[in-house]
């Protein structure tokens, strides 16, 4: 992907622009919308493992939990407003490249593009539901990937590309996970000025969050394969029944609590990171 062309001055401008205080607001409302709904689903995931299982842990039963509180239509707003900005964040990442001296490169500005759509999808919903549409984008999470999964699956070839999908979600889950116990996200973090205690809480934030992050991801696209390998679209998972197997396992309620308790602190941390955006 390359840069538009424009007159040497006129992108010199341009991209100072996509510096400037205007893209640094609209990551930083992004990350803090993005910090609210991963620590709403990990506070439901705790409920589910501790015996109160009434709402989704998911996108949905974040949005309801949020309506139901005092000027709950205001923040929904808000929220919506703030992921509109993270998508318009990671556009200006796509056109004129990321901070960092690899920022300007073809796979950042692929995955500035992709982050761009993702989180543009997602304010769409959000500001959908705080419109009055009455649902969360279509429903719960677990209904979505079903019927996802079954209308690919009727299509000619259908069983395959649900079979390479969960597996490249599997290996989204994989690097998201890596790149935390790496500390990649210093790459996105202005860290000057802070002492010793202050990284290592926000290491502790940063490699919790993102490594039970990545182990959701990764546990639903293994449901996405074996949705495919089964020829049954009823195995595929969304995020309520993805958590929810972890309590399946040998180690019950415990592991749901663990996954839980590391989205509470990847939303945490996306709160870090809208204090300190290296934009």
């Known amino acids: 992907m390359n840069t538009p062309a424009l007159p040497p001055d006129t992108a010199v401008r341009a991209r ?8 640094e607001g609209a990551a930083r409302a992004g990350l803090a919308a993005r910090g609210v709904i991963h620590l709403l689903i990990g506070v439901l995931a705790l409920r589910i493992a501790f015996g109160d299982g009434h709402r989704q842990a998911d996108r949905g039963g974040a949005l309801d939990e949020l309506s ?3 000027l709950g239509a205001l923040l929904l707003w808000a929220l919506g407003a703030g992921l509109v ?8 990442e796509t056109v004129f490249g990321a901070a960092g001296e690899d920022g300007r490169t073809a796979r950042k500005r692929a ?18 539901f ?3 549409s009455g649902s969360s984008g279509g429903g719960s999470s677990d209904r979505q990937s079903r ?27 994989v690097v998201i996970a890596v790149r935390a116990l790496r500390r990649r996200y210093r790459e996105e973090l202005r860290t000057g000025g802070l002492g010793r205690p202050a990284r290592r809480l926000i290491d502790v934030a940063g490699i919790g969050g993102g490594t039970a992050l990545g182990a959701v991801v990764a546990a639903a696209g293994v449901f996405a394969v074996r949705a495919a390998v089964d ?8 995020m309520d029944d993805t958590l929810r197997s972890f309590a399946d396992t040998p180690f019950g309620p415990w592991l749901l609590a663990c996954v839980a308790a590391g989205l509470v602190l990847s939303g945490l941390f996306s709160f870090v990171l809208a204090s300190r955006p290296r934009v």
Request: charged residues 15%.
């Open 231 to 238: 020829y049954d679209p009823g195995r595929a998972k969304g």
């Open 68 to 70: 139901d509180k005092p």
């Open 147 to 173: 019927d996802v999964t079954a209308r690919v699956m009727a299509v000619p070839a259908g069983r395959w590309a649900v079979g390479v999908a969960g597996a490249a979600v599997v290996v989204v889950g």
């Open 111 to 128: 995955l500035a593009a992709a982050r761009c759509v993702f989180s543009s999808v997602v304010a769409f919903q959000v500001l959908a």
């Open 85 to 92: 900005g993270m998508a318009l964040w990671r556009l200006s």
């Open 130 to 132: 705080a419109a009055g």
């Open 16 to 23: 100072r622009a996509a510096r400037g205080p205007a893209t």
